[in-house]
């Protein structure tokens, strides 16, 4: 039993100017910094903006943005790309391998050959890169004509030709969630390590004792265990992945064509290069919506957590 | 007590006074101006305003870099605040954008009162493009003028059993077909997706060449499309074959910039036969050539594009100089922009590029190794005219058009489906 008392409603309602007052400052800077580029944001998307009539401001024009961009062709396929391949399969394949990995450093072999702390050690040097840095390096280890990735390929006889990595339709993709994954692995293995650290041993004895396998302790006891784990990386990577600008932008700047363009960079590409801050802001505002639904998920995951550990 | 507290009072605001013109004075003669450029002889720039400083005490000039594809968008952003720096290197194409928004400074005045140059306002090429929507306020000055030509290595030609310069790009098509059989790249070029991608020029070059053209004057003050979409879909086909017989810079779509060094290198290596480039980075691939194989005979000759049922065209490019319209300091940028386009700057320190000032130009005539670049320069480079002068922004047709070509190289879309989605997109922009 805990012995902290729990405030009732009147001591709440007593001490409410002071929660209010402590409050101000956080309000501040959320509507500040947060809510009032966020109505902007909104106020724009329903104007003709443009990059060169920044001093002039636009002019109203209903939902005219919102309807060319629901209907414009282009657009879906941002969509299916943000969507389905940078999204989807950009958070599958992390989840997949990180859980893979976290369950390889738990694992008894890297302790039998004293890999374990440097097999960590390793494990963070990717995330510690910039990504800038990571980006700059992979456009490198990828080129077809200077890239070891290529010269290896051809070394080991399984290419004949270089693979134009970053501009092939058939590779561009996975490429680039290779970049990625690669940058952003650490964090999500760590995670998983973390909570596998914490699965009592004694649940593992136990089912070896019951006669369960491998596949079995995995399936029946290591999963459920980390299932909360896996839930809020996913969505937690799910947010950071469908946002996400400087990968993309920096590897493909969206190309070839419209292959691999994103919502980040059409809102980049529309406000800055196409000067259209009105329709930019409306994929902004598209795109944002996109996110409280995914926010939703989340916070209604997180509070269900949270009320069944209380209660 | 009376008469004391007089004088108090007077020699207080005698010194008042005097602060105030010190300070004045002092703030004056402290003006502090920025520079922002975007190519790479910054210690040549550096050494020029050096000199500019030593002539024109009081004022000092910082010198800020930026990528030439950031340039335009970053001074927008920061002159909508207010902000910017005072004076900006820019393409000849954007002037006329930044004008209406104005974020440069209006010039007639200044030019009015101190002239500009020694042959006046006239003297520049492409002078049009500095003009503002209503053709007649002038926001910016024209500072450096370029053109693209062919740069051929003559050793692969002879290799490879070219035996003349390609004249039609169906010539340039079957020479690089000829040099991939001796193993060598035959036309390298940039083919991918940015916002400062290569193959807006290369396919302006083509249609432009072949009588067609994305905008034209409508003949009643208006503009319209001048091009088929039968046009722009040839002109996706005929990149497209480079690509697909790999007859061009291998990962050519990864490569937005005509300079990467994926297309460079092989030039200067003499892997490959042709580029397509702007005269600075020829002579950056003959002095990369140079430097490896000193003492020895240049294996390159420059040349005119290939051309269609046309004449050989490129577009006479280049970049201006503005000043910010939220400048504190409008006399001092002036005078520094007088002292950019002087022909003592020119001679003693931007010794890499060319003036655009015709009078200028006749003193810095193009060395012999790039004749072909100085004939398409006097006789194969249009003015973008109509593309500049329209309603629809540039940098949105630069960036359609490469999206549209990108789409169709990788087969996202037929070459007719691209051709046509760009021309739809252009209309709605007229």
């Avoid at chain 2, 790479?40 to 000039?61: S, W």
């Avoid at chain 2, 593309?387 to 789409?407: C, D």
């Amino acid at each position: 039993m805990s012995s902290t008392a729990i405030p009732t409603a009147r001591g709440i309602r007593g001490e409410r100017p002071f929660i209010v007052f402590m409050l101000v400052p956080a309000f501040f800077f959320l509507i500040m910094f947060y809510v009032y580029p966020t109505l902007f944001n909104l106020e724009v998307s329903f104007t003709d903006l443009s990059l060169f009539g920044l001093r002039q401001g636009g002019e109203w024009i209903g939902i005219a943005n919102y309807v060319e961009l629901v209907t414009s062709k282009d657009f879906h396929r941002v969509i299916f790309n943000t969507v389905f391949w940078l999204t989807v399969v950009g958070v599958a394949v992390r989840i997949v391998l990180g859980l893979g990995l976290a369950l390889l450093l738990d694992s008894k072999v890297l302790d039998k050959y004293r890999l374990k702390t440097i097999s960590r050690v390793l494990l963070l040097v990717p995330w510690a890169t910039p990504p800038i840095v990571a980006i700059v390096s992979w456009r490198w280890l990828l080129n077809p004509q200077l890239g070891d990735i290529n010269k290896l390929l051809i070394g080991l006889g399984i290419v004949e030709q270089p693979i134009a990595f970053l501009s092939e339709a058939a590779w561009v993709w996975p490429a680039l969630i290779t970049i990625i994954t690669w940058n952003t692995l650490p964090l999500v293995a760590l995670t998983f390590l973390a909570a596998l650290q914490s699965l009592p041993s004694e649940l593992l004895e136990a089912a070896e004792i019951d006669g369960a396998g491998r596949w079995q302790r995995l399936r029946y006891v290591i999963l459920p265990h980390l299932k909360p784990a896996i839930i809020v990386m996913t969505l937690m990577s799910t947010f950071w992945t469908f946002n996400n600008f400087v990968y993309v932008w920096l590897t493909t700047a969206g190309g070839p064509g419209l292959y691999t363009n994103v919502m980040a960079t059409e809102v980049y590409i529309k406000a800055f290069i196409d000067g259209r801050m009105g329709y930019s802001s409306a994929v902004g505002v598209v795109m944002a919506t996109l996110m409280v639904a995914f926010g939703m998920i989340y916070l209604r995951f997180i509070a269900q957590r949270e009320f069944k550990e209380v209660f | 007590m009376t008469t004391r507290k007089t004088r108090l009072l007077g020699s207080t605001m005698l010194g008042a006074v005097a602060l105030g013109t010190l300070w004045a004075g002092s703030a004056w003669a402290d003006a502090e101006i920025t520079f922002r450029y975007a190519f790479d002889n910054v210690d040549q720039i550096r050494a020029g305003l050096d000199k500019f400083e030593e002539d024109n005490p009081g004022i000092t000039v910082n010198l800020e870099r930026i990528a030439f594809k950031d340039a335009r968008d970053q001074f927008l952003r920061e002159t909508a605040t207010g902000g910017g720096p005072d004076v900006v290197f820019m393409a000849y194409v954007w002037i006329k954008d930044l004008g209406s928004a104005d974020a440069c400074l209006p010039l007639n005045d200044l030019i009015e009162e101190h002239g500009i140059s020694e042959a006046g306002f006239d003297d520049f090429i492409a002078n049009d493009l500095v003009l503002g929507a209503d053709n007649e306020t002038i926001y910016g000055i024209p500072f450096a003028t370029d053109t693209w030509g062919m740069v051929y290595n003559t050793a692969i030609m002879e290799e490879a059993g070219i035996e003349k310069i390609p004249e039609t790009w169906d010539e340039l098509l079957e020479a690089s077909r000829k040099a991939k059989e001796i193993g060598k790249i035959g036309f390298g070029f940039a083919a991918g997706t940015s916002s400062a991608n290569t193959i807006w020029f290369l396919a302006n070059f083509n249609w432009w060449s072949d009588g067609g053209s994305l905008v034209v004057d409508d003949g009643a003050g208006g503009y319209k499309l001048g091009i088929s979409a039968e046009q722009v879909a040839s002109v996706i086909d005929y990149y497209k074959t480079y690509l697909d017989e790999e007859l061009t810079t291998p990962g050519s779509l990864g490569l937005d910039n005509w300079a990467d060094p994926a297309v460079m290198e092989p030039m200067a290596a003499g892997d490959q036969f042709a580029a397509l480039v702007p005269v600075f980075t020829a002579t950056d691939i003959f002095d990369a050539w140079r430097g490896r194989n000193p003492g020895q005979e240049l294996p390159f000759v420059t040349a005119m594009t290939p051309h269609g049922s046309g004449s050989p065209t490129t577009h006479l490019g280049g970049q201006s100089l503005c000043i910010n319209a939220n400048t504190e300091y409008p006399e001092e940028s002036w005078k520094l922009m007088h002292w950019l386009n002087s022909w003592e700057f020119w001679d003693n320190y931007n010794t890499i590029y060319y003036p655009s000032q015709k009078s200028l130009l006749e003193q810095r005539p193009f060395p012999e190794e790039l004749s072909g670049m100085q004939q398409q320069f006097t006789q194969g480079a249009r003015s973008w005219g109509p593309y500049a002068r329209g309603p629809a922004a540039i940098a949105m047709m630069w960036n359609q058009t490469s999206r549209e070509f990108g789409a169709a190289f990788i087969g996202e879309k037929s070459s007719q489906q691209a051709a046509e989605d760009l021309l739809e997109y252009v209309q709605g922009l007229l």
